[in-house]
């Protein structure tokens, strides 16, 4: 593990007032930022605001990583139009302050997901949601005015608006055994340091927790297919990936609100998550590269030199290096990473997420039935599960209204992850579609699911060569807990004047959302502004 505390930090700041200044006119840019997705653009964003030059270098033909729109009017993607829906990252909380923040400085609009109008809202019940729930996070002050949702269960098909509608859904039996988990849960979790992923060290608790996958810890404690079912789909959504898995720890995080709080699916973007990125770059105009596959870099205490596809080189004075794991380790360094970093690197797997949405021209049609357009499942007809030795796993267990701003077009959009993503994508194009508009017209009980014939769109992020996956990266057991490897991932600095940055890295509120991204991107553009401009003025 290569570590820069605050000696080398001087003794980088004298290498670059003393060699990087002198060489200022052959630098391309003060800071040179590796990735156009959320984080790299708003380091960008934040430089460029503090006076310094930049360089985006990013290896495909769009700005925006793991947000991406397409205009379901047109086909055409990377715009920002009112008919445009995500096929990447999508929805923000009340709680993510750097997002709205960051909205309201482009001018970006943000708007309910619910489509529940600001001034419809007013007081109900409060009952939250249980710890397990896999749908749509509404505000609880927005669930009474929202239309009927639907749930396939073992005991059949339900409709639920509130959280006791949903519970009674299931046996009994899964039901009290899901609550006797989320006080095991509870108790877990507060023995988790409050300080989250700031930790200092690697406590008792914490090397517990982390010993076992989420399966381990918690799937002997659940009773009936329903409830195990109900915490595949919960595990799903978080880190789409099976339970089995992924650590304990890693989840007890998500489950303590170390990464997020309030109603995570209260707002969408108008325009699209993409907008964000999209409108940063048209303000940087040509120090955005498209086409720009880094292949190399080279950090000697000094200037950084970055090679990329087709031998060009970029200098500058410092960078920040953004992407999931696979991409970064997709990289050569001068002077190699540091093996603890490397090691924990290599330790952090993508999960696996498809969307696939189905698009009716006819506008949100499910509207007229009274249904939200919300379908969650545990159990389904065979021909709708998987084959042997899982069939007991159905192939859809989320899907939700995803229609556009301009509601001119229906979308119904369907989250395809884990175990499940790896079948469907052995399917034929046509054997999908046609397993889909199936479930939609039992969950709607309507044919026109089917008569009204929608058009597809299906976007799988592990396709993608320098994505390899998607919500992000996760741990398996027994990573966070060596004190090497955590003490390693909370370091921003990974050689003199380089800096990883991301969602999957950012270490505090946010981790694995947009808003973690945001953070993460302007806290290391805060550092290396910091550290040049106190440089210039040496």
């Known amino acids: 593990m290569r570590r ?32 156009a997705g959320q ?3 708003a380091a960008a964003y934040q430089l460029r605001k503090r006076g310094l030059t930049v360089r985006v270098l990013e290896a495909t033909d769009h700005v925006g990583g793991h947000t991406r729109n397409i205009d379901v009017a047109t086909g055409k993607m990377d715009v920002e139009t009112d008919d445009v829906i995500e096929v990447g990252g999508t929805w923000l909380s009340p709680a993510h302050s750097a997002a709205l923040e960051l909205c309201r400085e482009l001018g970006i609009e943000v708007y309910n997901a619910s489509f529940v109008p600001d001034l419809e809202v007013s007081s109900g019940p409060k ?62 979790a507060a023995g988790i340091s409050d300080r989250c992923w700031l930790a ?30 109900v915490l595949r789909n919960c595990i799903h959504g978080k880190n789409a990936q099976e339970p089995e898995a992924v650590s304990f720890l890693y989840n007890l995080l998500s489950f303590k609100g170390c990464n997020s709080k309030g109603a995570d699916s209260q707002y969408r973007v108008r325009g699209g998550t993409q907008a964000i990125p999209l409108q940063i770059a048209a303000k940087l105009g040509n120090s955005v590269l498209l086409g720009h596959e880094v292949r190399s870099i080279k950090a000697d205490g000094g200037d950084v030199e970055i090679q990329v596809h087709g031998g060009k080189s970029f200098r500058a004075r410092a960078a920040i290096l953004t992407g999931p794991p696979p991409a970064i380790l997709g990289i050569s360094f001068s002077p190699p990473l540091g093996g603890v970093d490397a090691q924990w690197l290599q330790r952090m797997p993508m999960g696996t997420s498809l969307k696939l949405a189905a698009i009716y021209k006819e506008g949100p049609w499910w509207r007229e039935l009274g249904l939200q357009g919300e379908i969650l499942s545990t159990l389904l007809p065979p021909k709708l599960s998987l084959p042997a030795p899982d069939t007991d796993l159905p192939l859809f267990v989320q899907c939700m209204d995803h229609s556009p701003y301009s509601q001119r077009i229906g979308v119904i959009v369907c989250f395809v992850e884990g175990r499940q993503n790896f079948h469907f994508l052995q399917m034929s194009q046509n054997d999908q579609q046609e397993r889909f508009v199936e479930f939609l017209a039992m969950s709607f009980n309507s044919s026109k699911a089917k008569t009204f014939k929608p058009s597809f769109v299906a976007h799988n992020w592990a396709d993608q060569p320098f994505a390899r996956g998607a919500y992000t990266g996760f741990f398996s057991p027994g990573v966070m807990s060596v004190p090497e490897f955590w003490t390693a991932f909370q370091q921003m600095e990974k050689l003199p004047n380089i800096f990883l940055a991301g969602s999957d890295y950012h270490i505090g509120f946010g981790n694995g959302y947009i808003e973690g991204a945001l953070r993460d991107g302007e806290s290391a553009a805060r550092r290396v502004a910091d550290r040049l401009q106190r440089v210039m003025h040496v």
Not at 19 to 33: C, F, M, N, P, T
């Open 127 to 188: 009952e939250e949601m249980p710890w397990w729930y896999w749908g749509s996070d509404y505000p609880t002050e927005q669930r009474h005015r929202l239309k009927r949702s639907i749930v396939h269960t073992s005991t059949g098909r339900h409709f639920y608006t509130t959280a006791s509608d949903l519970q009674a859904a299931f046996p009994s039996q899964s039901a009290a055994s899901l609550k006797r988990v989320g006080e095991f849960i509870d108790g877990k």
């Open 200 to 229: 200092s060290g690697v406590s008792r608790a914490w090397r517990e927790a982390d010993a076992d996958t989420t399966w381990g810890a918690l799937g002997g404690k659940l009773e009936g297919k329903d409830a195990e079912q």
């Open 4 to 35: 820069w505390p605050f000696v080398s930090f001087l003794a980088g700041a004298a290498v670059l007032a003393g060699r990087a200044l002198a060489a200022h006119d052959q630098l391309d840019a003060d800071v040179i930022i590796i990735g």
């Open 39 to 41: 984080a790299g653009m």
